[in-house]
């Protein structure tokens, strides 16, 4: 017997489709994939992939084989960003996607096991993944079939002068490879203009609702909706606290809502008394410490609310991020597995 969870997510994917179609255009010549890594950046990766290949998308990114071999029944060309380990020689075998060869030993693994088209990561200074830029002009992937090279910014999100030093030292290698396209740009990547873009972009954030630039907020919807049951109503005394360690006192006699969501489901403990539901436009403040399954909201301009009935929470990324102090990223991707998806 199938037992319905008493947390939805909701996925707005009429607004997952406008972004990515915003960035698209964006990307100006440029094509347009998507980054569905770490389960669709926590929605729900075989949703947000099957959405996006309906609306045109065609080239998908992950971060391990397990990711992409969930994806493999979709049919799309995807891309795995953490390269080739020993223990994945075999699975990456089956052709349901391309590594993307990050270190020499890697570069070497997939040429004895037969090699086939790859995509490879050049580091021009994040110090992450990648083969150096020296390594590549000395020839290190002469041979290779190559579909896509990629490189990534550290600190796209800001203005610095790194960027350009890095889109320079990538844009150095043009010409001097078998690739067939380049990449650079992440979300933030795609706002600093023409120059970044190359071939193809690679967002992440931005379809999700994310806002990576300030520039680019109004380009961009919000797609995550968490919604959460109502466990109990209750008449809070004036005088009297909500939650651990009292962190609230109700100063008049306040209705209270009991919710089914709770730090455990990823909503943050930093949102304690800064979060907040929404009920047909109205906003209806959380009420003290966020506990590990449970928040408390004030739903006393809502007399009509009770147990069993539904609330969405307030989360517009940007916005929760700006009171919390906790990325947008974080706040996205922490999203529980007690959510139903929808």
């Known amino acids: 017997m199938e037992i319905a969870a008493p947390l939805r997510l909701r996925v707005d994917r ?15 010549a440029a094509a347009c994939g998507a980054a569905v890594k770490a389960n669709g950046y926590g929605l729900g990766a075989s949703l947000i992939a099957g959405t996006l290949a309906g609306a045109g998308c065609r080239d998908f990114f992950v971060a391990n084989w397990a990711e992409a071999q969930a994806l493999a029944p979709l049919g799309v060309t995807v891309s795995v960003l953490h390269g080739l ?4 020689m075999a699975v990456a075998g089956a052709g349901f996607a391309r590594p993307v060869l ?21 580091d021009t200074g994040i110090n992450r993944l990648g083969v150096s830029v020296e390594s590549v002009r000395d020839g290190l992937l002469d041979g ?22 890095q889109r320079a030292a990538f844009a150095s290698l043009a010409g001097r490879t078998t690739a067939r396209r380049m990449s650079l740009a992440n979300s933030a990547g795609i706002g600093l203009g ?56 109700a100063a008049a006699d306040t209705e209270v809502a009991i919710l089914n969501l709770g730090y455990a489901d990823g ?40 147990e069993g009935d539904w609330l969405a929470m307030d989360y517009d990324l940007a916005e929760a991020s700006a009171v919390s102090g906790v990325s947008q ?5 922490g999203l529980g597995q007690r959510f139903a998806r929808s």
Do not use: K
């Open 14 to 28: 009429d607004a997952l489709v406008s972004n990515w179609q915003a960035l698209d255009r964006m990307s100006g």
């Open 85 to 88: 380990r020993a223990e994945d």
């Open 102 to 122: 990050n270190t020499p030993e890697q570069i070497v693994r997939w040429r004895d096991g037969g090699g086939g088209a790859c995509d490879v990561m050049v």
């Open 144 to 165: 290779l079939e190559i579909e896509t090279l990629l490189s990534h910014l550290a600190c796209a999100d800001e203005d610095v002068a790194m960027n350009a030093r």
């Open 194 to 249: 023409a120059d970044y873009h190359f071939d193809l972009t690679r967002p992440g954030l931005a379809l999700y609702g994310g806002v990576p630039r300030p520039d680019m907020a109004g380009h961009l919807r919000q797609v995550a909706f968490p919604e959460a049951q109502i466990l109990q109503r209750r008449t809070v005394r004036a005088g009297e606290t909500v939650g651990y360690n009292a962190t609230w006192t």
């Open 267 to 306: 909503y943050r403990r930093a949102l304690s008394g800064l979060g907040a539901a929404m009920a047909d436009g109205i906003r209806l403040a959380l009420l003290g410490r966020v506990s590990m399954d449970l928040i408390a909201i004030d739903v006393s301009a809502r007399p009509d609310l009770g």
């Open 329 to 333: 990223y974080e706040l996205l991707t």
